[in-house]
């Protein structure tokens, strides 16, 4: 069992968006906005509501808006203090102090468990939290918590998994299957985005990591696998020989924000479920719909 607590997340944030261009040519990918608020603005809150106050941000070169981001807006702030917008001076101010943050560079794209090795000497010796942020899941439904709870009770690293259909397996990566289902299980096998004819299971890892320490030693010790990048599945597939890694469901919906479909889908719904947007919203979807018959 684990005694420490989770109290850092690790996102990387340096890939270049080549899935989603021409928006990303001079922009992150993280800055593309659900409705108002930037992909990784609710990556950055999902953490927070599992109780993490510190975020480790792994970034590269072209990625200065995401610290602005994070920053005082200073000239911003002044001006809506001059003329009296209140709340949109306190939305902006809210965002600076929704954590405490940190960035550490991945000079070179060198794959997944580079990024995260990348931080190491942030996180230390304790256990964290990974999140990709590509993968944005319903607010209302446990994301990353389900992780914790499977963390605190095994004391294991552990990746958070969702069933994908059969044709999507090699986009993933792929554990063994649960016998039987249960709130959570027991990894032996991981494979970094097998082909459909030799997944271990449809139970695909999506995005969403608690980690412990060591990690970092398998880390270390990699060799460029799939795609000749560092692959942090790799690094998972050693705590699975060691019996030291957990699979736990995610209950709530996923959008693949960085697949150009599932970040419209992610809009609309998220746009549906806005207290200010929602109805105006639905009737106007209803209307055009119609008229399409
Ligand atoms: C990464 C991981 C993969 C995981 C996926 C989830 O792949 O390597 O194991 O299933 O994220 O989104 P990527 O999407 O970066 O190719």
Same mark, same amino acid.
């Given at each position: 069992?684990?005694?420490?607590?989770?109290?850092?997340?690790?996102?990387?944030? #340096?890939?270049?968006? @080549?899935?989603?261009?021409?928006?990303?040519?001079?922009?992150?990918?993280?800055?593309?906005?659900?409705?108002?608020?930037?992909?990784?603005?609710?990556?950055?809150?999902?953490?927070? *509501?599992?109780?993490?106050?510190?975020? %480790?941000?792994?970034?590269? *070169?072209?990625?200065?808006?995401?610290?602005?981001? $994070?920053?005082?807006?200073?000239?911003?702030?002044?001006?809506?203090? *001059?003329?009296?917008?209140? /709340?949109?001076?306190?939305?902006?101010?809210?965002?600076?102090?929704?954590?405490? $943050?940190?960035?550490?560079?991945?000079?070179?794209?060198?794959?997944?468990?580079?990024?995260?090795?990348?931080?190491?000497?942030?996180?230390?010796?304790?256990? $964290?939290?990974?999140?990709?942020?590509?993968?944005?899941?319903?607010? &209302?439904?446990? #994301?990353?918590? #389900?992780?914790?709870?499977?963390?605190?009770?095994?004391?294991?690293?552990?990746?958070?998994?969702?069933?994908?259909?059969? &044709?999507?397996?090699?986009?993933?990566?792929?554990?063994?299957?649960?016998?039987?289902?249960?709130? +959570? +299980?027991?990894?032996?096998?991981?494979? &970094?985005?097998?082909?459909?004819?030799?997944?271990?299971?449809?139970?695909?890892?999506?995005?969403?990591?608690?980690? @412990?320490?060591?990690?970092? /030693?398998?880390?270390?010790?990699?060799?460029?696998?799939?795609?000749?990048?560092?692959?942090?599945?790799? #690094?998972?597939? =050693?705590?699975? =020989?060691? !019996?030291?890694?957990?699979?736990?469901? %995610?209950?709530?919906?996923?959008?693949? @924000?960085?697949?150009?479909?599932?970040?419209?889908?992610?809009?609309?719904? $998220?746009?549906?479920?806005?207290?200010?947007?929602?109805?105006?919203?639905?009737?106007?979807?209803?209307?055009?719909?119609?008229? *399409? !018959?």
């Amino acid at each position: 069992m684990s005694s420490k607590p989770i109290r850092k997340a690790v996102i990387p944030v #340096a890939g270049l968006g @080549t899935r989603f261009l021409p928006v990303t040519k001079a922009q992150p990918k993280e800055m593309l906005p659900l409705v108002d608020k930037p992909v990784i603005q609710h990556v950055v809150e999902e953490a927070i *509501r599992a109780g993490i106050g510190s975020i %480790i941000l792994v970034t590269g *070169r072209g990625k200065q808006a995401i610290e602005n981001h $994070f920053d005082v807006a200073y000239e911003l702030e002044d001006m809506l203090s *001059r003329r009296g917008k209140t /709340e949109d001076l306190e939305l902006v101010k809210s965002i600076t102090h929704l954590a405490q $943050f940190a960035y550490v560079r991945q000079g070179e794209p060198l794959g997944l468990g580079h990024a995260v090795l990348c931080a190491q000497h942030a996180v230390g010796d304790e256990p $964290f939290a990974l999140l990709l942020g590509d993968d944005v899941f319903d607010e &209302e439904d446990p #994301a990353l918590s #389900a992780l914790v709870a499977a963390h605190e009770a095994t004391g294991h690293s552990v990746v958070g998994v969702q069933q994908v259909p059969r &044709e999507h397996v090699s986009r993933y990566g792929i554990v063994n299957a649960p016998q039987p289902l249960g709130p +959570w +299980w027991n990894v032996h096998t991981i494979v &970094e985005k097998p082909s459909m004819e030799i997944a271990p299971s449809d139970w695909a890892v999506v995005g969403r990591y608690i980690l @412990t320490e060591r990690i970092f /030693e398998h880390l270390q010790n990699l060799k460029p696998g799939v795609g000749n990048e560092y692959q942090l599945t790799d #690094a998972l597939a =050693m705590l699975a =020989m060691e !019996g030291q890694l957990t699979a736990a469901p %995610i209950p709530a919906k996923r959008f693949d @924000t960085g697949n150009k479909l599932d970040y419209l889908k992610a809009n609309v719904e $998220f746009a549906l479920k806005r207290k200010d947007l929602g109805n105006d919203f639905y009737e106007y979807l209803r209307d055009l719909i119609n008229a *399409r !018959g």
